[in-house]
């Protein structure tokens, strides 16, 4: 089966710093890959997803990441965060209709 | 489009008790997800329908967790009875059929404490 390991758990940054969260999945298969944040007592929302083709995602709020096949990565960055950006990312993968299984998560903090 | 509804936002209850949790889909999504999400961990799929039938809950506790989707519409998760471990956020989230690349809407989830 497929999993995703976030490989840090909290990352302080301060504003307008540029941020890497990072995100290794482990698949025999070929797969689908995607990044959602979580705001305090909300739900999770879809910043970026990666199927197929270009190996650079582009997604919501100015976050990117690249699709590393070879080192079974799939990294998410921003250039210049926000304090808005505030919040908690999961890195999630998916094999078929049936399963999507969820890193635990990195807790971005974005200080002035 | 309104989005994935969940009801309460809310619930504390004592160990041994019974709970239940609603879920409204977006209109149309065929596909609908439970999810418990305990306090520093990733969301865990617990089970999923396809319209009114299940399509996975293997990772579901079924010696006391239930849950329906009698008219492929709307849903319902139950513990019972709850254990102190059971307390999490309980998420919900829906799916087309037709959706490329498989994105899942997830609702705002209701944060369960068991004392």
């Known amino acids: 089966a497929q999993s995703v390991t976030q490989l840090d758990s909290q990352v302080p940054v301060f504003e307008e710093a540029p941020v890497e969260l990072r995100c290794n999945y482990s698949?025999?298969?070929?797969?689908?890959l995607f990044w959602y944040v979580q705001y305090p007592n909300q739900g999770l929302q879809l910043l970026l997803k990666?199927?197929?083709?270009?190996?650079l995602v582009k997604g919501i709020n100015g976050f990117e990441a690249e699709f590393n096949k070879s080192q079974t990565s799939f990294h998410l960055r921003k250039p210049s965060v926000h304090i808005s950006d505030t919040a908690e990312y999961f890195c999630a993968v998916s094999v078929n209709n049936n399963d999507m299984r969820f890193g635990a998560g990195t807790r971005l903090t974005v200080k002035p | 489009e309104a989005g994935v509804a969940q009801s309460p936002r809310y619930k504390i209850i004592e160990k041994r008790q019974s709970v239940a949790f609603w879920c409204n889909p977006i209109?149309?999504?065929?596909?609908l997800y439970w999810y418990q999400q305990i306090l520093g961990q990733g969301p865990k799929l617990l089970i999923q329908f396809q319209n009114n039938g299940v399509v996975d809950d293997s990772q579901l506790p079924k010696d006391r967790f239930s849950a329906e989707r009698l008219k492929g519409v709307d849903s319902t998760l139950k513990i019972q009875p709850a254990k102190l471990e059971d307390s999490a956020v309980y998420l919900c989230a829906s799916r087309s059929t037709g959706e490329k690349g498989r994105k899942q809407y997830f609702g705002p989830g209701t944060r369960l404490t068991v004392t």
């Open positions: 698949s025999s298969v070929s797969v689908y």
């Open positions: 209109s149309g999504h065929a596909t």
């Open positions: 990666y199927l197929s083709g270009s190996t």
